[in-house]
């Protein structure tokens, strides 16, 4: 069974930055893909940014609304997976959401993600 934690979440003026964190467990973490999602009020969840399994080359992969402001990367020996977020902007207000998949090489589906934190606040003020 995979557990994941997020944490870094916050208060932001616009254009600030914030690094969200998500600590996983019960599994080998390197060997599987991340990803981040977000669900903004009166949204659905939507994908922010992934990441592949060390051994498919720790790839990432973005939405575009994010390129360009937001980075993803991976500790394997933490078991963390972070997300950088720069230049924030009111409109990526949400709870942000980390999640596991069960595949190597990347993918923006949320039905391919089988393990899901219970997700860190940002709301960036204007």
């Known amino acids: 069974q995979v557990q994941l934690v997020e944490s870094g979440g916050g208060l932001v003026q616009a254009g600030g930055s914030l690094r969200l964190s998500c600590a996983a467990s019960?599994?080998?973490?390197?060997?599987?893909?991340m990803g981040w999602f977000r669900r903004a009020p009166g949204k659905e969840r939507e994908f922010v940014a992934t990441?592949?399994?060390?051994?498919?080359?720790?790839?990432?992969d973005y939405s575009d609304f994010v390129k360009g402001r937001f980075t993803i990367s991976r500790d394997n020996a933490k078991n963390t997976v972070y997300l950088q977020m720069n230049s924030l902007k009111p409109e990526d207000t949400a709870v942000y959401y980390c999640?596991?998949?069960?595949?190597?090489?990347?993918?923006?589906?949320?039905?391919?993600?089988?393990?899901w934190g219970p997700g860190t606040q940002v709301t960036v003020a204007s």
């Open positions: 999640a596991w998949r069960d595949g190597l090489g990347l993918s923006r589906r949320i039905s391919t993600f089988g393990y």
């Open positions: 019960g599994r080998t973490f390197a060997y599987y893909s």
């Open positions: 990441i592949s399994s060390t051994g498919a080359g720790g790839t990432t």
